[in-house]
């Protein structure tokens, strides 16, 4: 390949990154204004391309589904950071939860669009899984100490699991709508009492 060649398509590539990374900004910034199921006309239009474009860059939604899927554990990642497991126990409840509650209302508008599609599309349920699995995983690190102690473990993790998943937040949240600050609040005194039982 010529070097002319190498630039024209290394152009075409970095342009189609681009456009590809315009159309997810597009669909994140649907969901995060509340339309939850944001049509492929509605998101090219925002994404000021065609829905030629868009098709020919996700060959259908379940494809786009799965880059925004990819695009939210990105920002995630962000959020997410590793407790001392060796810090005092109320630290450790402290950070916990209000690193979930960061990661909650960051993760609220993909959670609220997600629970419309997840019946049918394999992109979202993996992604429920795999938050699911990230906070058992940052469960079994933080509380590692009083987890050894626990006459059932694992029941002690889907005890905590279940007190700070999407669903325990968005019934306070959405539901009932308390502010965040008293959300945490609530889900910190879950904990505190389900670890006290230890």
């Known amino acids: 390949m010529g070097s002319m060649e190498?630039?024209?398509?290394?152009?075409?590539?970095?342009r189609s990154e681009r456009t590809r990374a315009l159309i997810l900004?597009?669909?994140?910034?649907?969901?995060?204004?509340?339309?939850?199921?944001?049509t492929a006309a509605l998101i090219s239009e925002r994404a000021g391309v065609s829905r030629r474009t868009l098709w020919s860059n996700f060959h259908d939604?379940?494809?786009?589904?799965?880059?925004t899927v990819?695009?939210?554990f990105r920002l995630d990642d962000q959020l997410r950071t590793v407790i001392d497991p060796g810090a005092p126990l109320e630290d450790r409840i402290s950070r916990f939860c209000a690193e979930?509650?960061?990661?909650?209302?960051?993760?609220?508008?993909?959670?609220?669009a997600a629970v419309l599609g997840e019946p049918v599309s394999p992109a979202?349920?993996?992604?429920?899984?795999?938050?699911?699995?990230?906070?058992?995983?940052?469960i079994e690190n933080a509380f590692a100490t009083e987890l050894a102690k626990a006459d059932d473990p694992t029941q002690l993790v889907d005890a905590i699991?279940?007190?700070?998943?999407w669903n325990a937040w968005s019934l306070m949240f959405d539901d009932h709508?308390?502010?965040a600050p008293h959300c945490r609040e609530v889900m910190e005194r879950a904990v505190r009492a389900l670890l006290a039982a230890v």
């Open 61 to 67: 939604m379940e494809s786009l589904l799965g880059a």
């Open 100 to 112: 979930r509650e960061r990661r909650l209302v960051n993760i609220a508008p993909a959670a609220r």
């Open 161 to 165: 699991t279940v007190a700070t998943s």
């Open 25 to 38: 900004q597009a669909h994140a910034d649907l969901l995060r204004e509340g339309v939850l199921k944001p």
């Open 177 to 179: 709508g308390y502010p």
């Open 6 to 14: 190498y630039r024209q398509t290394d152009g075409r590539m970095q």
């Open 124 to 138: 979202l349920q993996a992604s429920r899984r795999g938050h699911i699995g990230r906070v058992r995983s940052d």
């Open 70 to 72: 990819d695009y939210w």
